[in-house]
């Protein structure tokens, strides 16, 4: 009973935007959708996380529609070091929203 | 990752042997989660631990494993009489805030092989 849907992998050129989707039709109205990334022989990374607005940080933007059943995240100039693996993770922000549950996310190569 | 330490980085045991797996939270956390990334898979939550006490070990199978978080030095995620299927990477994370918590900060891992 996935919670979020990603494609499997994706390329991207490196210096380019990379625009990762995510599919989260059940979302409820009190979940977050949270962006981890996880770089080959590392732990996982926060990258960002939002409820409903646009968000953006030093690493990467979201984008949630406006009914909130999909997100995409942003690279905006996607480097070799960005090759990774992203997964999308809808969370509840309060009592028992510590168990991160990781799926299979995407593989995202970044090629020179 | 910066700031949650994990040793050993590697860590070789043949079956039946016991692992002893370290985690030191970052500066100023006092929560503690571990996970665990079988080959090919996601993590998966297996326990949730503050200062002296379990929190939620929901995830951890029911033998053969334990953690704990003293009040002074790491927290220690113990596996008992290893087998071949223990194999995984396991990740230690920490935060601030335990129950409201938005971040959760990973360590590098330590990898386990049974041989």
């Known amino acids: 009973d996935a919670k979020t849907t990603q494609p499997p992998s994706m390329d991207c050129a490196e210096g380019r935007a990379a625009n990762l989707p995510c599919n989260h039709s059940?979302?409820?109205?009190?979940?977050?959708v949270y962006w981890y990334r996880q770089i080959h022989s590392q732990g996982p990374q926060y990258i960002i996380h939002g409820l409903k607005n646009n968000e953006t940080n030093e690493m990467a933007s979201l984008i949630i529609t406006e009914d909130r059943k999909s997100s995409t995240l942003i690279l905006p100039h996607a480097t070799l070091r960005d090759t990774a693996v992203y997964y999308c993770?809808?969370?509840?922000?309060?009592?028992?929203?510590?168990?991160?549950?990781f799926g299979a996310g995407t593989t995202v190569t970044v090629r020179a | 990752n910066a700031g949650v330490m994990q040793n050993p980085r590697h860590l070789v045991r043949r079956r039946g042997q016991e692992a002893r797996l370290r985690c030191s939270p970052m500066?100023?956390?006092?929560?503690v989660y571990w996970y665990r990334q079988l080959p090919e898979e996601g993590l998966k939550f297996m326990v949730y631990?503050?200062?002296?006490?379990?929190?939620?070990e929901s995830g951890m199978p029911k033998e053969r494993f334990s953690a704990e978080f003293p009040k002074e030095g790491p927290s220690i995620l113990r596996i008992q009489q290893v087998v071949r299927g223990d194999s995984a990477a396991y990740f230690c994370?920490?935060?601030?805030?335990?129950?409201?918590?938005?971040?959760?900060?990973f360590g590098p891992g330590t990898r386990l092989t049974v041989t």
């Open positions: 994370a920490s935060s601030y805030q335990g129950l409201n918590s938005y971040e959760q900060y």
């Open positions: 500066k100023g956390h006092s929560h």
């Open positions: 059940t979302i409820s109205g009190n979940e977050y």
């Open positions: 993770i809808v969370r509840v922000a309060g009592v028992n929203d510590y168990k991160l549950s």
């Open positions: 631990l503050q200062k002296e006490n379990i929190i939620d």
